[in-house]
């Protein structure tokens, strides 16, 4: 991969793991878990801003003001990937030191039924396979989200030179 593509799928993916970590000590622990959430997906959103930076640093630095919808579709995807595999390496080590804790806080707010029914699936689910689990839903839903915003880019920055006879 280009140094590129790895600098800002790697600055996406700190500035994701950044507000995350922000987000959980913060904004978590004062207003709970729906607004955490919310939180946290707007976050995930920003720091993904970082492909459509990277297609127009590559169409205005390095490629002379011009960038094809395929070369830049395969940029952003490589930066969203970066970004993504980044995020699911911060969420297995959270889930590793903060597991417990993320678990008692996501009941917070949760009626007797559905702590019940909650309870019924945590006994069925092996607790590796959880957090494998889940760092793997956020991990895709982190790259389609990144595909989105990739396509929308592309879309806007997508500039081709054109010849004159």
Do not use: H
């Amino acid at each position: 991969m280009k140094n590129y593509v790895i600098r800002y799928g790697l600055i996406g993916g700190s500035i994701s793991i950044g507000l995350g970590i922000i987000n959980w000590f913060t904004i978590s622990q004062w207003y709970g878990p729906t607004v955490s959430q919310a939180v946290g997906w707007l976050s995930i959103i920003f720091s993904l801003m970082c492909v459509p930076l990277g297609i127009k640093y590559y169409r205005d630095k390095l490629n002379n003001g011009s960038v094809s919808f395929g070369k830049g579709f395969g940029i952003g995807t490589g930066i969203a990937l970066v970004a993504s595999v980044a995020i699911f390496i911060y969420s297995m080590l959270f889930y590793a030191f903060a597991g417990d804790s993320f678990d008692e806080w996501s009941k917070q707010g949760l009626s007797e039924n559905e702590l019940i029914e909650l309870q019924k699936q945590m006994e069925q689910t092996p607790v590796v396979y959880s957090d494998w689990f889940q760092s793997l839903i956020l991990t895709i839903s982190v790259f389609i989200i990144g595909m989105i915003i990739n396509l929308i880019s592309n879309l806007v920055l997508k500039r081709t030179t054109i010849e004159l006879n």
